[in-house]
């Protein structure tokens, strides 16, 4: 049952981020579940505020990096100052709209938002200390704008509250996000079907794995990335893809954020892609199989807690990835992909990671519970 409605001052802003899946999708689904608790909220995606042809290179980059995965790499270790990219006009109108209708709560998912924040504490001046601001981090390390932020405003995290979900530090697991309202479904009673992708941009060392897990006879749920790759229907495999007109940072006037409209591909058939209320729809696919192999994403291992599917994890994407495998592997919630391979892809050993990532997500608060909490409405 919903908790009575807040007032319109404590609408809590959601700041996130259409650079990966990772660190936009946690976002609307926090959305979705405070609101569930009559918490109200607004999610903004930053790449909105860029200009419109700093915009239009991000195609570009999301397609380089999905056919040269050491481009990606490599662009991981260049900071780059993210103010370059501003729509000055459209940031001071987000200000004035933050100021007028006195905006105090804040949830960021990426550094980028941080430059705007500060922004924002200039223009209240002696009433930025009425600020509460999450920095909410999805991985285990700091991701690529988290870091570049530390070059140019390095003490950025005495103001704000760092939220972590995953230390690498300590390789525990303190928060989780919870997808969808079902519980993970019986590992008996799953598909012996393996999701295999390459997170929200289709990075990585995925594709070269196909041909391999075929000749072994797995059956594979493939995220396709564009529609060409969907070649393999005789195999067994199935093909899935987020609409492919689809960005998450252009949204009609007056039309929230939504997920990314999702669907099946099927032989011969039109393509029907949907979103959902409350959740992305590859999860659902998650949520019947028996593994994920993938890089070491932050939307993987959301997806992977809170479905209770093992992630087999291949080359991860920069060293905040690297960490993350680290505390999956330390808790005994995946496993390499090599080392998968060696056992000749055994379904038992994926079965044990299951039943620990269970436990695991049984004792582990969620974020959501947490923030209300302290916001006085747990």
Known sequence: MAKEACRDDCLTTILCSGFGLGFYNPGLIVSYQLRQQGVPTEVLVFESFMQKEKQSKIADSRKAYHEHFPLALMATKL?????????????????????????RRFIALSGHWVYILEL??????????????????????????????????????????????????????????????????PFTERERRYVIHGGGWGMGTYQGKIPELERHGLALDVVAYEPEEASGFTSGNRYFMNDPKWQAWMKEDGVEHEFPPFGELLQGAVPIYESLPSHHGLYDVIRGAIGIISKPGAGTLMDSLSSSTPVIMLEPFGEHEKRNADVWLDNGLGIRYEDWERTGFAEDVLETLHRRLLMKRSATKTYTEDYLERIGRG
């Open 79 to 103: 900071p780059r100052d993210i103010r370059e990219s501003f729509d000055p006009e459209q940031i001071l109108g987000l200000l004035d709209v933050w100021a007028a209708e006195g905006r």
């Open 120 to 185: 924002y504490r200039e223009r209240l001046g002696s009433a930025a200390s009425e600020l509460e601001v999450d920095l909410l981090y999805v991985d285990s390390d700091l991701s690529p704008s988290w870091k570049s932020l530390k070059k140019y405003i390095p003490d950025y995290t005495s103001r704000y509250r760092e939220i972590w979900l995953y230390a690498s530090s300590t390789s525990t697991i303190r928060l989780q996000i919870r997808v969808g309202e079902e519980e993970p479904l």
